[in-house]
């Protein structure tokens, strides 16, 4: 009985180790492709201190779920709602109304106020390029929107798996390292930054897959991802508003 003993011990550590070069296989990350490089111009930030002094205001009122203090602080008109699937305000209901529906404040998790609380961080806001007064954060880039939908469509992607650099000339190196060398430099255009990737293990770098097909590494502070989701302010008289929302949770 003991070389069949044998055997099917020796049959079961073969099948284990090709499970286990399977799993390997399946961990490996995607092989860089080179894709069609998109145009885009940097956003252009605003530095007001008023501004930061209204958004540390809106963080405490998002921590407290204070929906009457979230009410007192929405603008007077004009209130937007740029959502998902087309879907905008509704002009028949109040701001905050819109603004609840836009980012489900009445979730029984609290995802809501957890969402106005992340949005209320963003402090690189910069100018609406359509609507005159009217800053965004987290800024944004401007490019091509169809252009970006065929790089997308093209490449097999999800959208939040694209970034941009903040200036020209972003270094892409082989390794997280400042001492690593260069492999290529970023132009003004948006980058992929591949989600399924495992992350950099030096959390000041980004792992990022060039035009050309090229993956390295660049510095974090240097690539921004591409926001899915935006809140818009408006100064009325010495303070700022909440004026609209772009993307958001809607209806659910």
Not at 18 to 26: G, I, L, N, T
Request: glycine content about 6%; overall charge negative; some cysteine.
């Amino acid at each position: 009985m003991r070389p069949a003993l044998l055997t099917a011990a020796a049959l079961a550590l073969v099948v284990a180790l090709d499970a286990r070069s399977v799993v390997a296989q399946q961990a490996q990350p995607a092989a860089p492709k080179p894709y069609k490089a998109v145009a885009m111009t940097p956003p252009k930030l605003i530095s007001d201190a008023s501004l930061d002094t209204f958004r540390k205001e809106l963080a405490d009122i998002a921590q407290r779920k204070d929906r009457a203090a979230l009410a007192r602080v929405m603008a007077f008109r004009g209130f937007f709602w740029e959502g998902p699937d087309d879907k905008g305000a509704d002009a028949k209901k109040s701001a905050i109304e819109n603004l609840a529906a836009a980012l489900h404040l009445d979730a029984a998790d609290g995802s809501g106020w957890e969402m106005l609380a992340e949005l209320a961080a963003a402090s690189n806001a910069a100018p609406d390029p359509d609507r005159r007064r009217v800053v965004c954060a987290p800024a944004a880039p401007t490019f091509d929107d169809d252009a970006f939908d065929e790089l997308v469509a093209a490449t097999r992607t999800d959208a939040d798996e694209w970034g941009y650099p903040t200036a020209p000339d972003v270094e892409v190196r082989a390794d997280p390292a400042a001492a690593a060398s260069v492999i290529e430099k970023l132009g003004l255009h948006l980058v992929h930054m591949p989600s399924s990737d495992a992350p950099a293990k030096n959390p000041d770098w980004v792992r990022v897959v060039t035009p050309s097909g090229k993956a390295g590494f660049a510095a974090a502070t240097a690539i921004m991802p591409l926001p899915s989701d935006q809140i818009c302010y408006i100064k009325e008289g010495a303070g700022w508003r909440i004026v609209g929302i772009i993307g958001g949770a809607g209806d659910q």
